[in-house]
C-alpha cells in the first residue's frame, strides 16, 4: 500500500526507568567518630504513560519513533540524600487508540478520552539507603536496597475511530458522497468501486449548533472478514461507531440480499456489531419515482428504520439527519460503545513491519543481578534487617 498518512497502526518498543540503587553509606566527619549510617535512597525510575490527544487523528506522529524510554532514577546518596526521580514519558495518542501486547496480541488497555491517562509501564522504586536499615541491633548496617528494575513491553497500538455514525456498504454505494454533502469534508468520490482508501471522517452539523462525527470507510465486499478487498484493516474502524448506517443503491438488483451479505460480513468479524443500532439509507434515490419508492419499502429487510435519499437532489437528507439524531440519542446506545476488544492474532497482521531495530541492553549497571533484587523485594524486607 502506497505511503500515507492515515497511519492507524504502529508498533512500538517502550521501556519504563528503573529505581535508582540506595546508597550504602556512613557518615565520616572530623571528631565525629562513628557517624553511624547515612545513604540515601534511590529515586523512582520513570513511568510510561499513554494519554489521549483530541489534536491527534492518527498515530502518524508515532512511527518515526519507535522507541520510548523513560529514564532511570538516580542512585542515593551520601548524607540521606534522595537520588533524583527517572522522567516520566507520556505518549500522545488520538482518543480511540487500542494497545496490545506486541508479542502475544493480548488487550491491554484504550484511550478513549480526551485526556485521559493510563499507565502503560511502571516505572521501578528506588531502593532505601542503607540509614533505613538501622536498628537497635544492629548500629551499622552495610546493606541498601538496589532499585527495582525496569519493565520493558513492545506494544501495538491500533486506532479505532471514534466516530458516532459509521458508514457500510458495498463500494460505490454513494458512501462519501453523502459524507460530501452533510459535513465539510472533501472525501474523493467517482464512479468505481475502492475510491476511497483510507477512512475519512466528517462533523455533520445538526439543528441548534448540535453535532456529530460520520466516518466514511471503504467500502465492504462479501469477504471482507476474511480479508478480501480491503477487508479486515478497516472493519475495525466500525467497531466503535455507536451507529451504524448501511447503505444500499436505490439500484439494486435485491436490497434484502445485499443487506443480508453485508450485515454477515459485520458478525463475521465480531458479532458484537450485532448490538448495534442500525439505519438503512436507500441511496441514488433520484433515479426512483414515487411509485416505484412505494413498492421497494414494502420489500425491505424488517426491523431496520430505513430512509430513502439522494445525495445529489437532496432528498431524504433532512430526514435522514434526523432519523441518526434521535437512534443516537436513544439510551441503550451508550451500552453499545462499550465493546469488548478482543485480543488480536499477531500473526495474521497483514502490514509489513520494519525490522525492529537495535534496542539499547536494559540494564546498564551490571552489579545488580536479579538476585540482588528479589532478596530485598520479594522477600519479606523485615528478615533481612537481622
Ligand atoms: N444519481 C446519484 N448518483 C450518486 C448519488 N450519490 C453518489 N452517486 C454517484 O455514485 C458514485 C459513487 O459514489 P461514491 O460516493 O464515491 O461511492 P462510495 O460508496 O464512497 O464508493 P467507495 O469509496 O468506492 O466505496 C459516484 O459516481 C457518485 O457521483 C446519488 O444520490 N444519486
Ligand atoms: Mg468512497
Redesign the pocket.
Known amino acids: 500500500m502506497a505511503e500515507s498518512n492515515f497511519v492507524d497502526y504502529v508498533k512500538i518498543y517502550c521501556r519504563s526507568g528503573k529505581g535508582g540503587r540506595g546508597s550504602s553509606h556512613f557518615r565520616r566527619e572530623k571528631y565525629i567518630p562513628k557517624g553511624g549510617p547515612d545513604g540515601g535512597d534511590g529515586g523512582r525510575g520513570g513511568h510510561v504513560y499513554l494519554q489521549g490527544n483530541r489534536n491527534y487523528w492518527t498515530l502518524l506522529h508515532l512511527k518515526y519513533e519507535r522507541h520510548i524510554m523513560a529514564t532511570n532514577g538516580e542512585n542515593g546518596g551520601a548524607k540521606r540524600s534522595t537520588g533524583k526521580d527517572g522522567e516520566d514519558r507520556i505518549i500522545e495518542v488520538p482518543c480511540g487508540t487500542v494497545v496490545y501486547d506486541a508479542d502475544t496480541g493480548e488487550f491491554i488497555c484504550d484511550v478513549t478520552k480526551d485526556g485521559e491517562r493510563v499507565m502503560l509501564l511502571k516505572g521501578g522504586r528506588g531502593g532505601l539507603g542503607n540509614f533505613n536499615f538501622k536498628t537497635s541491633t544492629n548500629q551499622a548496617p552495610r546493606y541498601a536496597q538496589p532499585g527495582e528494575p525496569a519493565l520493558e513491553r513492545r506494544v501495538i497500538l491500533q486506532l479505532k475511530l471514534l466516530a458516532d455514525v459509521g458508514l457500510v456498504?458495498f463500494?460505490?454505494?454513494?458512501?462519501?458522497?453523502?459524507l460530501s454533502v452533510v459535513s465539510a469534508a472533501k472525501p474523493k468520490?467517482?464512479?468505481?468501486?475502492?475510491?476511497?482508501l483510507e477512512p475519512n471522517l466528517g462533523i455533520v452539523s445538526y439543528r441548534d449548533n448540535r453535532s456529530f462525527v460520520m466516518a466514511?470507510i471503504?467500502?465492504i465486499i462479501e469477504g471482507a472478514s476474511e480479508g478480501k478487498g480491503l477487508g479486515l484493516r478497516f472493519l475495525r474502524h466500525i467497531e466503535r461507531n455507536s451507529l451504524l448506517l448501511f447503505?444500499i443503491p436505490a439500484d439494486t438488483d435485491d436490497i434484502r440480499k445485499e443487506y443480508e451479505i453485508l450485515h454477515n460480513e459485520l458478525v463475521k468479524y465480531n458479532p458484537e456489531l450485532l448490538d448495534k443500532r442500525r439505519v438503512l439509507a436507500i441511496?441514488?434515490s433520484?433515479?426512483l419515482d414515487e411509485e416505484l419508492i412505494e413498492a421497494l419499502s414494502q420489500d425491505l429487510p424488517e426491523g431496520i428504520p430505513f430512509v430513502f435519499?439522494?445525495?445529489?437532489t437532496g432528498l431524504g437528507i433532512t430526514e435522514l439527519k434526523d432519523l441518526l439524531w434521535k437512534e443516537l440519542n436513544e439510551e441503550s446506545f451508550h451500552e453499545a460503545e462499550r465493546i469488548v476488544h478482543k485480543n488480536i492474532d499477531i500473526n495474521s497482521l497483514e502490514f509489513e513491519d520494519e525490522e525492529d531495530e537495535y534496542v539499547f541492553p536494559i540494564d546498564e549497571d551490571e552489579e545488580d543481578p536479579d538476585e540482588e533484587y528479589e532478596a530485598y523485594w520479594d522477600d519479606d524486607a523485615e528478615d533481612d534487617r537481622k
Request: glycine share 10%.
Open positions: 456498504g463500494p460505490n454505494a454513494g458512501k462519501s458522497t453523502l468520490i467517482a464512479n468505481y468501486p475502492f475510491t476511497t466514511d471503504p467500502g447503505m441511496t441514488k433520484d433515479m435519499i439522494s445525495s445529489i
